[in-house]
């Protein structure tokens, strides 16, 4: 451990300060991150190799427990053992967001060892809402992966954080940045702000706190710096802007840093499989997270994509043993990538495509980036596909692809749905879809448009 970043581990005892002794569960994810320091300089083909070991651990048991797994692999005249050849993985049919829509996708019975599970609930980028279980290790994955980016990127850790999510219910402020970060080292103070907080006092709080780093959606990003040139304040406090979730275009990539005088890193990630894919900290790339994920770029005939050429992403979560996602159409796009001059081993993309939404303008005449309720929207309807567009100040259209014609009551618990969560008594137009909902310019999906 030269590096001097580990010389500040915090330990699990406050009695023993050097060496630090790290015990409990925190002594998984400090043994994982530290892989995943030399796992990274492995080659292509070493990394490759292993994840194709780890494949075949996967589909071996989910051909035990899940249904769905073991007709899918037979269709494809496969056995769990011919994973081990990466050629073969391509003769798997994709499983697609209506595939895990139908709920049976599951292993009846997760490794005890990978227990608890829990269920995430997300709509992606395409608008079609999939309730996926993830295991205590994924999260573990997830946690030493966050890590890693913390490495590439921050490393001091006693800076202030700001953080705008959805996940975030209330304005909070806290002495520490929360997990992982705080479970491994002492951290600065963190503040935590609801993503539905208007774009105006989003900023306020921002100039009050003052934060070195800044975790953030584009459109919020957006939204930000457009409102602080028009209030004439300058943010200077931000050093590292961190870019999450939506597509971050190199306009404003380039912007944010002019603006803010600040560097801009972007994370590819999603919540049916965690971190997919990080900036390099030595060039623009993405590096895919391929101790986690096996991620192919793949071309209209289903062939993987060259060096420069776009394509949809299909994901094989190599640790999930309760949801076999395996060659998971996410619905996303992406630039293939070659080798990257830092000399990791890590596969690359060049770009992230198409992951957007607008922010909503409320009747004040206030605008927020929108929740919209996906997660409860199969609890009272078949929904399938959605996509929300703003019409007016006072009107939101509906648009859905639903299994079966919705009832009355359906239709109505549905709005309820929707109000409660947009934050006020929008007028709401009801407009179906057959099969799916058009995309929009140049094959663009957007679950929010606002055309106000």
């Known amino acids: 451990m030269s590096d001097p970043l580990w010389g500040k581990l915090k ?4 009695e023993l300060a050097w060496p630090p002794l790290v015990g409990g569960p925190t002594a998984g994810l400090l043994s994982l991150a530290r892989f995943l320091e030399d796992s990274q300089w492995l080659s292509r083909d070493e990394i490759s190799a292993r994840q194709h070991e780890q494949l075949v651990k996967l ?10 797994f073991r007709e899918r ?39 005890k060892e990978h227990l608890p599970v829990n269920e995430t ?11 996926v279980k993830r295991t205590a290790i994924t999260q573990l994955f997830w946690l030493a992966i966050t890590l890693r980016e913390y490495f590439w990127h921050e490393r001091a850790f006693d800076l202030k954080l700001s953080a705008i999510r959805p996940t975030i219910p209330e ?27 208007s774009v105006e006092e989003i900023a306020q709080r921002l100039c009050a706190f003052a934060p070195n780093v800044l975790v953030i959606y584009p459109n919020v990003l957006t939204a930000l710096i457009a409102q602080l040139k028009q209030t004439a304040a300058t943010l200077s406090s931000v050093k590292l802007i961190r870019s999450i979730s939506e597509t971050l275009s190199p306009e404003l990539k380039a912007g944010a840093r002019e603006f803010f005088g600040a560097r801009v890193i972007d994370n590819y990630s ?39 050429e776009t394509g949809r992403v299909v994901l094989t979560d190599l640790h999930n043993f309760a949801t076999p996602m395996v060659r998971y159409d996410i619905g996303d796009y992406a ?28 009747p004040d005449g206030s605008r927020h980036w929108p929740l919209v309720g996906f997660a409860r929207f199969r609890d009272v309807a078949p929904v399938t ?22 009832s009355g009551g359906q239709v109505s618990d549905l709005s309820d749905v929707i109000r409660e969560s947009l934050g006020h008594p929008f007028a709401l137009r009801f407009v179906y879809f057959d099969e799916r909902i058009p995309s929009g310019p140049r094959g663009k999906f957007e679950e929010f448009v606002s055309k106000v």
């Open 121 to 131: 609930k997300t709509s992606g980028s395409t608008g079609e809402p999939v309730t």
């Open 270 to 308: 999603s919540q049916e499989v965690g971190v997919i894919a990080v900036q390099c900290p030595d060039s623009e790339l993405y590096h895919t997270m391929s101790e986690s994920l096996i991620v192919e770029v793949l071309d209209e005939n289903g062939r993987a994509c060259g060096e420069g």
């Open 59 to 68: 589909a071996e048991y989910s051909m035990r427990f899940s249904r769905s």
């Open 11 to 14: 330990g699990s005892h406050d």
């Open 171 to 197: 304005y909070a402020e806290t002495s520490n940045w929360g997990p992982p970060a705080n479970l491994l080292f002492e951290t600065g103070p963190a503040q935590l702000i609801p993503i539905t907080m």
């Open 385 to 406: 596909q959605y996509q929300m567009v703003q019409t007016s100040r006072d009107e939101i259209e509906v648009r859905l692809v639903t299994e079966t014609p919705l």
């Open 73 to 111: 692999l037979k269709k494809a005249g496969l056995e769990p053992a011919d994973l081990r050849e990466p050629a073969n993985l391509s003769r798997l049919p994709l499983l697609s967001r209506r595939d895990l829509q139908k709920g049976d996708a599951y292993c009846v019975q997760p490794p």
């Open 335 to 362: 630039r293939a990538g070659g080798a990257c001059p830092c000399g990791r081993g890590l596969p690359t993309l060049e770009r992230v495509l198409g992951r957007e939404r607008n922010l909503i303008l409320m």
